[in-house]
């Protein structure tokens, strides 16, 4: 019995081997979610800048351009994405 929940103390699914794999996941999502937290910070600032009240012309601008495709004859647009 005790040589029972021994093996399983080791090699179990929640044993001492199975760390190493949960360090792993771990290191992981803590990549993701700095990753996610950067775009949060982006979309935040994007939507300050968006603010009704102050909204940042060349922003709105952009959007306008972008979505409704106002481009005059004599403009050239280079694409940053």
């Given amino acids: 019995m005790v040589g029972t929940f021994a093996g399983h ?3 179990g699914p929640n044993g001492l081997l199975a760390w190493g794999g949960y360090h792993h996941d771990l290191q992981k999502r803590q990549v ?4 996610l937290i950067e775009q949060r910070d982006q979309l935040r600032h994007r939507s300050a800048l968006l603010n ?3 909204a940042d012309p060349d922003l709105a601008d952009e959007m ?3 979505d409704l ?3 005059r004859s004599d403009e050239v647009i280079l694409p940053l994405n």
């Fill in 32 to 35: 993701e979610l700095a990753s």
């Fill in 64 to 66: 306008v351009r972008k």
């Fill in 69 to 71: 495709g106002l481009v």
């Fill in 9 to 11: 103390a080791v090699a």
């Fill in 52 to 54: 009704p009240k102050k």
